[in-house]
């Protein structure tokens, strides 16, 4: 049973009916845009490494990721012992939410802040406290103004997933120096190697200077190894014991920590994708902004567009008519305010344009 201080009814839990998934009515393949993944498969240096280490499987992986914490601390020069790896970045964002706040806490997002946020909350039981959010963007002074004494953490994904929006270096910069330092600050990276390697590089930076500041990555976004589970964060040393001891042993297992350092091994081809994926994405909101869609600017791998600024059942049908007619599967996410969008990945160039048919076709019949 939920405690009563507990806010309830974020999401709304599916039904097992609810899960299992549609078949396609004409039999044609589903390309799932819904989960903000990759669409390429790991290079051949990655499906090595996997091999490898799958050939080894009889042997726990490192309990610690030592080789995987050395290779990030190389690739982004940071300090290893200041780096804890986790089962996905999610597994990292839930221990700092259950080390660092409990019952009768506070926890400040953003409006459309990340979902897994306010289920963070819940979870421990901390009051979620959400800041208006205008232009479908992170509003830093009035996250500020939110944070009393009560306020244990501040999640700020940036960009963030659904709207794809962020806030300036300049803007993150403020909010460390303005928050008090029993508030701990936490900057969720998962999309930042879309937006460029200096952003990645000033946020670290930012981290390193302020005791209570931690920032997350992730491997499965632009890396594209969203199945193997693993990310990272950078925090200050005095937080490193206590993350370690509300991490389960061998969370990340040696096929993933093997792949993730060959990933990391081969930037350049990392580097090479998410350009592609950024032209894309390009390509694919002039086309909708000249079908009439509002489209939110984003800084990731997806698009957050409303086909109809006045009636959000236009973007029901949408989303049914991508899936019957295409195979695609689109992500609605029901928030409050943002029922009228409907949020995709970028895929192939291939399936982008198919995509843009797709919805081209569902335009004109409407
Ligand atoms: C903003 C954001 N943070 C974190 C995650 C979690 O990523 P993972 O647990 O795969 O590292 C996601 C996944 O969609 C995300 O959108």
Known sequence: MMSENRPHGYIQPLTVRQRVSRPQPKGLPVINLSFNELPYPPSQSVLTAIQSATSHANSYGNP??????????????????????????????DIIGRCFAGGGDEIVIS?????LFPILANRVGAKLIKTNEPHYTTHIDNV????????????????????????????????????????ILVLDLAYSEFVSTSYIANVHSLASEFNNVVITQTF???????????????????????LYAARGMGTVNAAAQAAAIAALDDRDAMLARVSTIVAEKQRVASALLSMGFEV???????LLVAPSADHREV???????????AGFLVNQTREAGLERFIRFSLSLPEHNTSLLESVRTFMESG
């Open 64 to 93: 610690t990721c030592e080789l995987l914490r050395a290779a990030i601390g190389n690739a982004y020069q940071l300090d290893p012992d200041c780096i804890v790896c986790g089962n996905g970045s999610e597994e990292l964002l």
């Open 111 to 115: 409006e459309y802040g990340y979902i």
């Open 144 to 183: 500020l103004d939110a944070v009393t004494e009560n306020t244990r953490i501040v999640f700020l994904a940036n960009p963030n997933n659904p709207t794809g929006t962020m806030v300036s270096e300049a803007e993150l910069r403020r909010l460390a120096q303005g928050l008090p330092s029993h508030t």
């Open 220 to 242: 499965s976004k632009a890396f594209g190894l969203a199945g193997l589970r693993v990310g990272w964060c950078y925090a200050p040393d005095w937080m490193i014991p206590t």
């Open 296 to 302: 939110i600017p984003s800084e990731t791998n997806f």
């Open 315 to 325: 973007a029901d049908e949408l989303a049914a008519h991508l899936f019957e007619h």
